[in-house]
T-cell receptor, first 117, second 111 residues
Framework: GAVVSQHPSRVICKSGTSVKIECRSL??????MFWYRQFPKKSLMLMAT?????????EQGVEKDKFLINHASLTLSTLTVTSAHPEDSSFYIC?????????????FGQGTRLTVV | LAKTTQPISMDSYEGQEVNITCSHN???????ITWYQQFPSQGPRFIIQ???TKVTNEVASLFIPADRKSSTLSLPRVSLSDTAVYYC????????????FGAGTRLFVKA
């Protein structure tokens, strides 16, 4: 089946630094990818929609300058957490749905555990 | 986007059949119903998807009544490894539409 790969799976960074998370669709193209954030024992919260070749669309309450999204190709989207603080510590997950046909199944990455110290 | 409502949690024993029902009263004509499974510290994994009536694959069955305002995920003979959170999602039938997660159902399978 289709695979979405996230990297890194875990990262620890110091407060004030920036962290980049990559999301790749390995065997399909995706014009649109999605970034989620998940707190312990909570559901996934959609942060933004990443659009290839154009600006990302952010959900209400998500700071676009804090969470920079770049979708440079049809197989790669990146999320950069800028000037990270401990409250940014969370589990970040990306997903993508293939461009082809009317496939409604979304594929998810394995997630990235970010810890800001 | 249609809102979904599921039970917060369910308990079961190994070998039993588990049915998780999801209500989605505002489902639109071009919406599909999709179920995902999530283990701790992992991304959600696709289980099954359907539009109407019944769909079955190697891991589950999905029952959707004619009015499509609800759906039931059926897991036959669960095992301990089926302990996870199960999400019912209503999604549009093209790739660009975002997927919104509800609270999900936390299934705990006991020995």
């Amino acid at each position: 089946g289709a695979v979405v790969s996230q990297h890194p799976s875990r990262v620890i960074c110091k407060s004030g630094t920036s962290v980049k998370i990559e999301c790749r669709s390995l065997d399909f193209q995706a014009t649109t990818m999605f970034w989620y954030r998940q707190f312990p024992k909570k559901s996934l919260m959609l942060m933004a929609t990443s659009n290839e070749g154009s600006k990302a669309t952010y959900e209400q309450g998500v700071e676009k300058d804090k969470f920079l999204i770049n979708h440079a190709s049809l197989t790669l989207s990146t999320l950069t957490v800028t000037s990270a603080h401990p409250e940014d510590s969370s589990f970040y997950i990306c997903s993508a749905r293939p461009n082809r046909g009317q496939n409604t199944e979304a594929f998810f990455g394995q997630g990235t555990r970010l810890t800001v110290v | 986007l249609a809102k979904t409502t599921q039970p917060i949690s369910m308990d079961s024993y190994e070998g039993q059949e588990v049915n998780i029902t999801c209500s989605h009263n505002n489902i639109a004509t071009n919406d599909y119903i999709t179920w995902y499974q999530q283990f701790p510290s992992q991304g959600p994994r696709f289980i099954i998807q359907g539009y109407k009536t019944k769909v079955t694959n190697e891991v589950a069955s999905l029952f959707i009544p004619a009015d499509r305002k609800s759906s039931t995920l059926s897991l036959p003979r669960v095992s301990l490894s089926d302990t996870a959170v199960y999400y019912c999602l209503v999604v549009k039938n093209t790739g660009g539409f975002k997927t919104i997660f509800g609270a999900g159902t936390r299934l705990f399978v006991k020995a």
